[in-house]
C-alpha cells in the first residue's frame, strides 16, 4: 500500500528558531499533500495544501508566513515552522492521496514538535 | 460549513463485548466517508471508504456501514489490540482531482479491557 514517511518524528526548538518538516511519498507520486496539525484529544485540522511547483493553498486563520510549505518534487512536501513559538507546539501530520479523486488520504506517522 | 460529529467521545469494552461507534455528518454533497485508527503518537491509519448509502465494508473484527445522515463502525469481539481512537472523516463539494482535503471528527478513543 501507499507509505508516507514524515521526519523527524519529534524535535524540540528554542522559541524563535525554525524547524523544518519533511514529508515524503515512498512509493507514490503526490501533486498534492495535505499538512494537519493536532492538539491533544483534539479533531485533525487541515492547515494548508502543498501543490507540485505552485504556491500552497492555505486554511483560513493559518499563517502562510509562519508555515511556510515547499512542494519541489512529486514526493516530497516540506513545512518550516518560523519564529517558533510555544503555543506552535503540537502533533503536524502530512497525507497524501495515491489516485486522484475520492482515493483515501494516507497519513505519516506524525512531528511531535515542542517549543521551549 | 461541512461538520463531523463522533460518539460517544469514549468507550471502554471487556474483551469480546460487541459494540458500535456513530460518526454523523452534514455536508453539502458527499464525495467519500472515510474511516481510520490512530494508535498514540502516530498518524492515522487508514481502514474504510464509503461512497453511498447502503455501502458496507468489513475487516477482520470491524464492518462499516453508511446511510444519508451517518455512518457506523461496529467491533464485533474486540481484543485488546482493538484499543485505539476511531476517526471518521467526511470528503465533500464539488472540486475534482483529489485537490481537496479531509474534514475530520474528533474520534472515539475506545479501550478494550482483557
Known amino acids: 500500500g501507499a507509505v508516507v514517511s514524515q521526519h523527524p518524528s519529534w524535535v524540540i526548538c528554542k522559541s524563535g528558531t525554525s524547524v523544518k518538516i519533511e514529508c515524503r511519498s515512498l512509493d507514490f507520486q503526490a501533486t498534492t499533500m495535505f499538512w494537519y496539525r493536532q492538539f491533544p484529544k483534539q479533531s485533525l485540522m487541515l492547515m494548508a495544501t502543498s501543490n507540485e511547483g505552485s504556491k500552497a493553498t492555505y486554511e483560513q486563520g493559518v499563517e502562510k508566513d509562519k508555515f511556510l510549505i515547499n512542494h519541489a518534487s512529486l514526493t516530497l512536501s516540506t513545512l518550516t515552522v518560523t519564529s517558533a513559538h510555544p503555543e506552535d507546539s503540537s502533533f503536524y501530520i502530512c497525507?497524501?492521496?495515491?489516485?486522484?479523486?475520492?482515493?483515501?488520504?494516507?497519513f505519516g506517522n506524525g512531528t511531535r514538535l515542542t517549543v521551549t | 460549513e461541512d461538520q463531523v460529529t463522533q460518539s460517544p467521545e469514549a468507550l471502554r469494552l471487556q474483551e469480546g463485548e460487541s459494540s458500535s461507534l456513530n460518526c454523523s455528518y452534514t455536508?453539502?454533497?458527499?464525495?467519500?466517508l472515510f474511516w481510520y485508527r490512530q494508535d498514540p503518537g502516530k498518524g492515522p491509519e487508514f481502514l474504510f471508504t464509503l461512497y453511498s448509502a447502503g455501502e458496507e465494508k468489513e475487516k477482520e473484527r470491524l464492518k462499516a456501514t453508511l446511510t444519508k445522515k451517518e455512518s457506523f463502525l461496529h467491533i464485533t469481539a474486540p481484543k485488546p489490540e482493538d484499543s485505539a481512537t476511531y476517526l471518521c472523516?467526511?470528503?465533500?463539494?464539488?472540486?475534482?482531482?483529489?485537490?481537496?482535503?479531509?474534514?475530520f471528527g474528533k474520534g472515539t478513543h475506545l479501550i478494550i479491557q482483557p
Open positions: 455536508v453539502s454533497g458527499l464525495r467519500g
Open positions: 472523516a467526511v470528503q465533500a463539494g464539488a472540486l475534482e482531482g483529489g485537490a481537496d482535503g479531509l474534514t
Open positions: 497525507s497524501a492521496r495515491e489516485w486522484g479523486g475520492n482515493s483515501p488520504l494516507h
